[in-house]
């Protein structure tokens, strides 16, 4: 089976960073994804990692240590329309993706 | 990437009756599957859709109750059966392996939000 965890919710600043975690236990292993979920919409793609280490893609990075089952994924310079949901997903072997139950952002002023 | 659009966006339904959620892709894809996602609550995977067989079900859905079809590479519905208030949720078409591309994320469909009475 799986089994994916992250936050519940988390609240930060904005113009701060904020590091949202993500452990996970799974069968097979061919990918970890980030998304992001804004209220009323569909999720929409942000990261993946499936290799060891640091991806970065302008404000937002992510990080995987496969052998700890473990990632996160790092926002900088907040703003407030990175409210949102992000959620942890993983790829084991030919499965289709398997979420966490996702993080609620809020972002303040 | 891909374009997912579902039909209907949106629905209220009376309980006991079934409906049907159309799901079209703008190109071949591989894989498509349906998630449901009730409120305040992550995404569940129902099942994966398999062109030319029956749909694979995760634990917990049976096709009595969500059958799936998928005519195609492009195409694909779920419905939803015998309906009670437990199944308002939102339904989700996903798809990944694009033909000939190298994209390895899962594309969404912008969803179907069922209310049942």
């Known amino acids: 089976g799986q089994n994916i965890d992250q936050p519940t919710e988390m609240t930060a600043t904005e113009g701060a960073i904020v590091q949202i975690n993500c452990t996970y236990q799974t069968s097979g292993f061919n990918g970890l994804f980030w998304y992001q979920q804004h209220a009323g919409e569909a999720p929409t793609f942000l990261s993946y990692n499936v290799l060891d280490g640091l991806e970065e893609k302008g404000r937002f990075s992510s990080f995987l240590s496969r052998s700890k089952g473990y990632s996160y994924l790092l926002l900088k310079e907040l703003q407030m329309k990175d409210s949102a949901s992000y959620l942890c997903a993983v790829k084991g072997g030919n499965t289709p993706l398997v979420f966490g139950k996702g993080t609620r952002l809020s972002v303040i002023a | 990437s891909a374009v997912i659009s579902q039909k209907p966006s949106r629905d209220i339904c009376q309980r006991g009756t079934s409906l049907t959620i159309q799901c079209q892709v703008d190109?071949?894809?591989?894989?498509m599957f349906w998630y449901r996602q009730q409120p305040g609550q992550s995404l569940t995977l129902i099942a994966t859709?398999?062109?030319?067989?029956?749909?694979?079900?995760e634990s917990g859905f049976v096709i009595d109750k969500f059958p799936i079809s998928r005519p195609n590479l492009t195409f694909s519905t779920l419905t939803v059966s015998n309906m009670s208030p437990e199944d308002s949720s939102i339904y989700l078409c996903s798809v990944d392996g694009l033909a000939g591309s190298p994209e390895v994320e899962q594309f969404f469909g912008p969803g179907t939000r069922l209310t049942v009475l």
């Open positions: 859709a398999n062109q030319g067989s029956e749909a694979t079900y």
């Open positions: 190109s071949q894809v591989t894989m």
